[in-house]
């Protein structure tokens, strides 16, 4: 048996054009969704990233502005940014590229966007309300893996679901976001004693731990769908993800490709999560 490669272009593609209609629907109404990017540094990852960011929402007709600061910015010099962005009316999201210089904390820099304004679900008053199952703006990536289960109709609930990984970016809002689809879920990570044995048990097996082919075969039970967050680089420089596809390959029953499915899928939640924000703006009083 050989897994169904997710075609994540073609789910990506079909999602944009939904939000270009909902874009479009807002502007015959007179409102366009804005999105603030800023970018400390020159880290040349998150310099790709974020001209991604910005091609998309041209895209799709969400106004974008990209904000590039030199790696020596100040911390206050960043907050009073935010700041503008936060009473700027023509920007509904904003987003803070990480990782920032390290002299710049980012605990202070989230709590400083408007949450109203975060679009990454990072704000810990947006995290609280994931957390106890509040609507609200969701968290990119795993949302993203949601909408790709959801489109491939896959039955969550009841479901075992391994998520490895236990980041405040992936793993934990994943696990939150599956606990909510009435999957029963298990948690995983790099420390995690006999994982192959636990792992072995998944129905859904979210990798998202950050070291490059980590999850072989032995790891897989036969026709698990298998959703490979990671992106690393392999030992001659090429990307890949957790997940040693082509030793899973034989094994599960569905697989992400890495790259070109969960980056691009967490990319247009982004957009999502912009006209959302846009559609609640003046539902509510002036930003925080």
Not at 18 to 47: T, W
Not at 142 to 155: D, F, M, N, W
């Amino acid at each position: 048996m050989t897994a169904n490669v997710i075609n994540g272009k073609a789910l990506v593609a079909s999602i944009r054009e939904e939000i270009k209609r909902d874009v479009q629907e807002m502007a015959n109404a007179g409102k366009q969704p804005g999105l603030a990017v800023v970018l400390v540094g020159d880290d040349s990852a998150s310099a790709v990233y974020v001209r991604n960011k910005a091609k998309a929402c041209e895209e799709v007709g969400i106004y974008s502005e990209v904000h590039r600061l030199p790696a020596e910015t100040t911390e206050t010099e960043l907050l009073t940014l935010i700041g503008q962005l936060n009473n700027d009316e023509r920007i509904h999201g904003i987003l803070v590229q990480l990782p920032l210089p390290k002299h710049i904390q980012e605990d202070i820099v989230i709590d400083s966007i408007s949450i109203h304004k975060d679009v990454d679900c990072f704000h810990p008053a947006n995290v609280g309300n994931l957390m106890i199952g509040k609507p609200g703006v969701l968290p990119c990536t795993p949302s993203g893996v949601i909408e790709i289960l959801h489109r491939l109709q896959v039955p969550l609930a009841g479901k075992h679901a391994v998520v490895v990984g236990r980041s405040n970016i992936v793993g934990k809002p994943m696990a939150l976001l599956l606990l909510q689809e009435h999957a029963t879920v298990t948690i995983c990570h790099s420390r995690t004693e006999r994982l192959a044995e636990i792992t072995r048990q998944a129905d859904i097996l979210v990798a998202a731990v950050g070291r490059a082919k980590m999850i072989k075969k032995e790891h897989v039970k036969e026709g698990a769908v298998v959703i490979d967050v990671g992106m690393n680089r392999d030992e001659n420089g090429k990307l890949c993800g957790d997940v040693d596809f082509d030793d899973v390959l034989e094994t599960a029953g569905y697989i992400t490709p890495v790259p070109g499915c969960v980056g691009p899928m967490t990319i247009t939640m982004l957009l999502k999560n912009t006209v959302a924000a846009a559609e609640r703006a003046g539902s509510h009083v002036s930003p925080e």
